[in-house]
T-cell receptor
Framework: TQLLEQSPQFLSIQEGENLTVYCNSS?????LQWYRQEPGEGPVLLVTVVTGGEVKKLKRLTFQFGDARKDSSLHITAAQPGDTGLYLCAGARSSGDKLTFGTGTRLAVRP | GAGVSQSPRYKVAKRGQDVALRCDPI?????LFWYQQALGQGPEFLTY????????KSGLPSDRFFAERPEGSVSTLKIQRTQQEDSAVYLCASSLSGSVQPQHFGDGTRLSIL
């Protein structure tokens, strides 16, 4: 049972478009991480957010942690084919808790 | 190499056989995690070690799954009497300490049970 639901499940867009991926839960998380995974490889950490309402920017990627620390979003501006991959959110309910991964969003950016 | 290393990369076994999957974490990383990832899904937690101590094994699907990290470094995930539903990618990750610290993942072992 996965506590973190991501939407959309699949997204296919043209290069240059913007997109937002959502990660929602009914549980409160002390921290939330976003990963990107390419075929045949392990997930790679993009960002960690720990404060409700926190916004972090990583070049064209903007991450937001909800005020209540139950949800998060990832916004990509001017998507590029290199952004293609499986995007995963993952949360820990306390500092000693295991990491729970979301259901994943598979993004394809067409040239 | 400096990253997490998993072996073998691919494993094919017949139903009923035992398999052993190996994980070499990043040197100095105290915490080690095992996950199971079905095709197109997010990883699901299996078990967690802090040094040689297995602190959480709540995600292991059955008593056919067993993990060890006897010297606090290399870890082995063993699956006995494999079944077709065990087919998945098994990912290992390590961190300096705990799950909140960034986890560094290996590229996984793709297990196929025929």
């Amino acid at each position: 049972t996965q506590l973190l639901e991501q939407s959309p499940q699949f997204l296919s867009i043209q290069e240059g478009e913007n997109l937002t991926v959502y990660c929602n839960s009914s549980s409160v998380f002390s921290s939330l991480q976003w990963y990107r995974q390419e075929p045949g490889e392990g997930p790679v950490l993009l960002v960690t957010v720990v404060t409700g309402g926190e916004v972090k920017k990583l070049k064209r990627l903007t991450f937001q942690f909800g005020d209540a620390r139950k949800d998060s979003s990832l916004h990509i501006t001017a998507a590029q084919p290199g952004d293609t991959g499986l995007y995963l959110c993952a949360g820990a309910r306390s500092s000693g808790d295991k990491l729970t991964f979301g259901t994943g969003t598979r993004l394809a950016v067409r040239p | 190499g400096a990253g997490v290393s998993q072996s073998p990369r691919y494993k094919v076994a017949k139903r009923g056989q035992d398999v052993a999957l190996r994980c070499d974490p990043i040197s100095g990383h105290v915490s080690l995690f095992w996950y199971q990832q079905a095709l197109g899904q997010g990883p699901e937690f299996l078990t967690y070690f802090q040094n040689e101590a297995q602190l959480d094994k709540s995600g292991l699907p059955s008593d056919r799954f067993f993990a060890e990290r006897p010297e606090g470094s290399v870890s082995t995930l063993k699956i006995q009497r494999t079944q077709q539903e065990d087919s998945a990618v098994y990912l290992c990750a390590s961190s300096l300490s705990g799950s909140v610290q960034p986890q560094h993942f290996g590229d996984g072992t793709r297990l196929s049970i025929l």
